[in-house]
C-alpha cells in the first residue's frame, strides 16, 4: 500500500512538472522588399508572399515588412509590423489591417536610388531577436545585387545565428544572362555571408512552392 | 601488444602463424578435453536446472494468479447475483405493495360482490302457484247444472265469474312477481362481472409473482453455484466478463470518439477566452481548458450516475442519505446544464471564427469574399450538439464500470496467459541449453577430431599388439589343458 502511495505521489509530481506553462513555439517573420529600380515591378509578387504569409502565421506570431532602399539600416523602413493577438478574432483583424497597409505600399512604391540588403539583414536580425521567437526567418524579396551607397560600410559579418535567410525570386540581371557566373557568385557571396554569420541560407525561386518557406 | 601482431607471433606470414596458432590451440584442447567437457556439460546442467527453477517459479506464481482471478471472479459474480437477487426481490415486494396491499379492500369488495348476489338471488326466489283447489272449486262450481231457479243459476255463475277474476288477479300478481325477479337477475350481471374481473387481476398478480419466484429461484441456483466455488460457475462468469469488456470496450471506444467531436467544438473558441499562444507542456492551453470541461462534464456525469444508484463506482455516494442523494442529483444536474450551455455557446462562437476565417482566406487569396446561404443551418447543428454531447457523455459512467469490474478479469486472464507464455519459454530455454551443451562437447571433439582420431588409431593397434602377445599363451593353455584331460581319462581306465 505504501508503495502505491509513493508511486501515486510520484506521477503526480511527473504530471504537475510536465503541466508547468511553457513558452509557446512561435515564429517571426521579417520580409525585405527591393524597390531599387525596376525590381518595384515584381512587388505583385511580394504582395502573394505576404498573403501567404498572413493566411499561415498563427497566434502570437510576429510579421515584419521593410523595403530595402538607400540606407536600409533603419526603423524608417519598416512599413509594419505586427505580432498577432492570442485571440483568433483579434488576430484576423490585424491580418486584415496589414494586408491594407501592404496593399497602399505597393501602390505608391517609388524606386530607390541605392540597394542596402546588408543593411536591412542587420536591422531585421535586430527584430527578430527581440522578438524572442523559437524559429527566425528573413524573407529577401530581392535579386540580390548590392548596390551600396557611397561612404557606407557593410563589409563585416552579420550575427544571424538561429536565422534562416531565403532569398526570394531572385531575378537574372542583363550581365547575369551574358555570364551566368555573376549570378552563380552573387549567391555564393550571399551565401557566404549568411553561414559566416551562423545562419541558414536557402534560395526559393519557384514562387509556387510556398509552402516550403517557413520550413526550419 | 595488439591482437594483429599477437597473431602473427610465429611467422609474417599469415597463414603460417595461423597454422601454428591452430596446432597449439589443438594440442591445447586436447590435452585439456576431460575437465574442458566436464566444464561444458556442468554448465548445460546448470542453466538447464536454473530455466526449471525459474519455470516452476513462474507455474506456481501463474497457478496462485489463476487461484486469485477465480477468488475475485466468483467475487464478482456473487456481488452481481446478490444485485440481481436483491432487484428481483425489490420488484416482488413492489408487485406486492402496489397489487397485494390493496388485497383487504380487494377482498371486501368480492364479498360485497357475493352479498349482493346472494341476496339478490334470493330476492329472485320463485313463489310458488295458486294453489290447485281453486281449480277444483271452479271446475265444480262451472259443472253444477243450470236447471232450476235461474236465481240459483246467476248466483253460481257470479260465484264462478268471481273465482274466475280472483285467479286471473293472481295469475297477474304472479307474473308482476315474475318480472320484478327478471330484474333482480338482470341487476346481478354487472356484478358477476365485477367480481369475473377482480378475479382476473388477484390472478395476473399471483402469476406474475410466481414468474418473479422462478427468476429468483434460478439465481439462488446460480448464487448457490458461485457460493460453492465450482469451475463451472467460474467459466461461466469468466466467458460473461469476456463478453463484458468487449461489448463495453466498444461502448467506450464510441464515447471517446464523441468526446473527440466536442473538444473540436470548443477547442478554438476556448483560444478566443484563454488565449491561443499559451501553452502547457506540449499542449495550448485553450486545449487544455476544452479538455478540462470535457473532464469535468464525465465527471459530473459519474457523480449523477452514482447519485441515482445505476452505477457504484463510489460507495461512498450509493450508502449517502436518500436527501444527501436527491441534493447531489440536483446539484450535478444542474452543473451538466449549465456546461452543455456553455458549450452550445462556444460552438456558436467556432462558427462565427470559422467564417471570420474564411472571409480572411477569401480576402488575402484576392476573391470577393461570398456569403454562404442557409448559414443558420450548421450554426444550429452546432449548437444542438454542443448542448447534447456533454449529457451523452454522462452516461459514459455505465460502460465504464463495466469496463472497470470486467478489466480486473481480462487483466488476470492476460497475466495468466503471459506467465504461462514465460514458463513455457524457460522450459524451452533450459532444454536448448542443455542440448547446447551437448553440441558444445561434440563442437569441441570435432576441433580436435585429429588427434583423438590419431589416438584412436594408436588405442587399437596396441590393442592388437596385446591380443597377438596373449595369443602363443593362449596355445600353451590349450595343449596343458589336452594334457590334463588325458591323464584325468587315463587314471579313470586304471581305476576301472
Redesign the interface.
Known amino acids: 500500500m505504501k508503495k502505491l502511495i509513493l508511486l501515486f505521489i510520484l506521477i503526480t509530481i511527473f504530471g504537475l512538472s510536465a503541466c508547468t506553462e511553457t513558452a509557446p513555439k512561435t515564429r517571426a517573420v521579417y520580409m525585405l522588399l527591393d524597390t531599387s529600380g525596376t525590381y518595384t515591378e515584381e512587388l505583385k509578387k511580394a504582395q502573394t508572399i505576404i498573403n501567404y504569409l498572413l493566411g499561415n502565421l498563427a497566434n502570437g506570431d510576429s510579421l515584419a515588412v521593410a523595403r530595402i532602399d538607400s540606407g536600409s539600416f533603419s526603423e524608417k523602413d519598416i512599413l509594419h509590423k505586427v505580432t498577432f493577438d492570442s485571440r483568433p478574432s483579434r488576430a484576423n483583424e490585424q491580418k486584415r489591417a496589414f494586408k491594407r497597409k501592404v496593399d497602399e505600399f505597393v501602390a505608391s512604391v517609388k524606386s530607390a536610388s541605392h540597394t542596402d540588403i546588408s543593411g536591412g539583414l542587420l536591422q531585421a536580425t535586430e527584430f527578430l531577436n527581440e522578438t524572442g521567437a523559437s524559429e527566425k526567418f528573413v524573407l529577401i524579396f530581392s535579386d540580390m545585387e548590392e548596390d551600396l551607397k557611397k561612404g557606407h560600410v557593410r563589409d563585416f559579418s552579420i550575427p544571424l545565428v538561429g536565422i534562416k535567410v531565403v532569398a526570394l525570386n531572385v531575378t537574372k540581371l542583363r550581365m547575369d544572362i551574358v555570364d551566368p557566373r555573376e549570378y552563380l557568385n552573387r549567391l555564393d557571396m550571399w551565401e557566404k555571408k549568411v553561414l559566416d554569420g551562423g545562419g541558414k541560407w536557402t534560395v526559393l525561386n519557384d514562387l509556387e512552392r510556398l509552402e516550403n518557406l517557413l520550413k526550419v | 601488444m595488439s591482437s594483429s601482431n599477437l597473431w602473427l607471433l610465429w611467422s609474417n606470414n599469415a597463414g603460417v602463424s595461423t597454422g601454428i596458432w591452430f596446432i597449439i590451440i589443438v594440442t591445447l584442447m586436447y590435452f585439456g578435453r576431460t575437465p574442458a567437457h566436464e566444464i561444458l556439460r556442468g554448465l548445460a546442467r546448470l542453466l538447464r536446472n536454473g530455466f526449471r527453477y525459474t519455470s516452476r517459479s513462474i507455474n506456481s506464481l501463474s497457478k496462485r494468479l489463476q487461484q486469485r482471478n477465480k477468488e475475485v471472479i466468483l467475487t464478482a459474480g456473487k456481488e452481481s447475483t446478490e444485485r440481481l437477487i436483491e432487484r428481483e426481490f425489490h420488484r416482488v415486494n413492489a408487485v406486492v405493495e402496489r397489487d397485494l396491499s390493496s388485497y383487504p379492500a380487494l377482498h371486501r369488495q368480492i364479498s360485497d360482490s357475493i352479498n349482493r348476489i346472494e341476496e339478490d338471488y334470493r330476492g329472485s326466489t320463485e313463489t310458488p302457484p295458486s294453489p290447485p283447489a281453486w281449480l277444483d272449486a271452479v271446475e265444480t262450481i262451472a259443472k253444477i247444472p243450470r236447471t232450476g231457479d235461474p236465481t240459483i243459476g246467476r248466483i253460481l255463475d257470479d260465484i264462478h265469474d268471481t273465482i274466475e277474476r280472483a285467479h286471473k288477479d293472481t295469475l297477474k300478481e304472479y307474473r308482476k312477481s315474475s318480472l320484478g325477479r327478471h330484474d333482480l337477475l338482470k341487476k346481478m350481471l354487472p356484478a358477476w362481472r365485477r367480481l369475473s374481473q377482480d378475479l382476473n387481476d388477484v390472478k395476473s398478480t399471483i402469476e406474475g409473482i410466481q414468474e418473479r419466484s422462478k427468476i429468483i429461484d434460478h439465481q439462488m441456483e446460480t448464487y448457490e453455484e458461485i457460493r460453492q466455488g465450482n469451475d463451472r460457475a467460474a467459466r461461466m462468469l469468466t466467458s460473461s466478463s469476456l463478453t463484458q469488456f468487449f461489448i463495453s470496450g466498444l461502448v467506450l471506444f464510441i464515447a471517446i470518439m464523441g468526446g473527440i467531436i466536442n473538444f473540436q467544438l470548443i477547442a478554438?473558441p476556448m483560444?478566443?477566452m484563454v488565449?491561443?499562444?499559451?501553452?502547457?507542456?506540449p499542449l495550448?492551453?485553450a486545449d487544455?481548458a476544452a479538455l478540462v470541461i470535457i473532464m469535468v462534464e464525465v465527471a459530473m456525469g459519474l457523480f449523477l450516475m452514482e447519485s441515482l444508484r445505476i452505477t457504484r463506482l463510489f460507495p461512498i455516494i450509493g450508502t449517502m442519505e436518500d436527501q444527501m442523494r436527491r441534493r447531489m442529483i440536483l446539484i450535478t444536474f444542474t452543473i451538466l446544464a449549465i456546461l452543455a450551455s456553455v458549450e452550445a455557446s462556444l460552438a456558436y462562437m467556432r462558427d462565427l471564427?470559422a467564417a471570420?476565417?474564411e472571409a480572411?482566406?477569401q480576402?488575402?487569396?484576392?476573391m470577393e469574399i461570398v456569403q454562404a446561404q442557409f448559414r443558420w443551418i450548421p450554426s444550429i447543428g452546432q449548437m444542438v450538439m454542443g448542448f447534447i454531447l456533454p449529457f451523452a457523455l454522462a452516461f459514459v459512467a455505465i460502460p465504464l464500470e463495466s469496463f472497470i469490474h470486467s478489466s480486473r478479469t481480462v487483466l488476470g486472464l492476460t497475466g495468466i496467459a503471459v506467465l504461462r507464455l514465460l514458463s513455457f519459454l524457460a522450459r524451452l530455454c533450459g532444454h536448448i541449453a542443455f542440448q547446447g551443451g551437448n553440441l558444445l562437447v561434440n563442437f569441441y571433439d570435432l576441433v580436435i577430431f585429429l588427434p583423438l582420431k590419431i589416438e584412436h588409431h594408436l588405442h587399437q593397434r596396441q590393442q592388437l599388439n596385446l591380443i597377438k602377445a596373449e595369443k602363443p599363451d593362449m596355445k600353451k593353455l590349450a595343449t596343458d589343458k589336452k594334457k590334463t584331460e588325458s591323464v584325468k581319462s587315463s587314471d579313470g581306465v586304471h581305476t576301472l
Not at chain 2, 363 to 366: M, Q
Open positions: 478554438l483560444s478566443e488565449g491561443g499562444t499559451a501553452q502547457l507542456g495550448s492551453t487544455v471564427l471570420d476565417r480572411l482566406t480576402s488575402l487569396a484576392g
